[in-house]
């Protein structure tokens, strides 16, 4: 499959999960796949990004080599919402290495405090703060606060999920 002729030719669910079921747990396919992400144009990062996160959630492993590069793209001032909606995705579902837990933790704080973020990259990094926070409690200190603070000027998914990320942090 040409990676980048697929994500062109459409951008649906259907599409996506075409794409997540040719790379499967193949390392060689889905190094293929991160490498048509970063490549661009920006029309095929931003297509490619939804299949990445989705072959991320079916295997959790195959990120890790591409981790820093991935990272490092998703914090780039040009890359489309849905690049960095898609990356914080993928991020939820991994356990982050200790190499990259400082990077991950600026990030997402980064995305998590810029009101100008969309309410899912927002949310997402929510979440990965919190995954964070379980290996590294002292971002519970800096977590809670921020997040009391934001949940009264939040949409409902935002307090839905600050809630729930509130509940598990405070036990």
Known sequence: MNLKQAALKEHSKS??????????????????????FLAGPYRVS???????????????????PHLTKVLKYAQRSDVHDSVKRNVVRLLQF???PKK?????????????????????????????????????????????PIIEDQLPYGSAGFVSRGRKVLKDLKV
């Not at 499967?24 to 490498?35: A, H, I, T």
């Not at 990094?125 to 290996?135: C, F």
């Open 94 to 96: 991994i356990d982050i």
């Open 15 to 36: 599409q996506c999960n075409k794409i997540v079921k040719y790379i499967g747990n193949d390392p060689k396919k889905f190094s293929e796949l991160v490498d048509v």
């Open 46 to 64: 931003q297509r490619i990004a939804w299949p990445l996160s989705c072959c991320i959630e079916e295997n959790t492993t195959l990120i890790h």
């Open 100 to 144: 990259h837990q400082g990077t991950v933790a600026d990030v997402c704080f980064k995305f998590f405090n810029n009101a100008k973020e969309s309410i899912a990259v927002r949310v997402f990094s929510m979440t990965v703060l919190a995954n964070l926070a379980k290996q590294i409690p002292e971002l519970k200190n800096e977590l809670i």
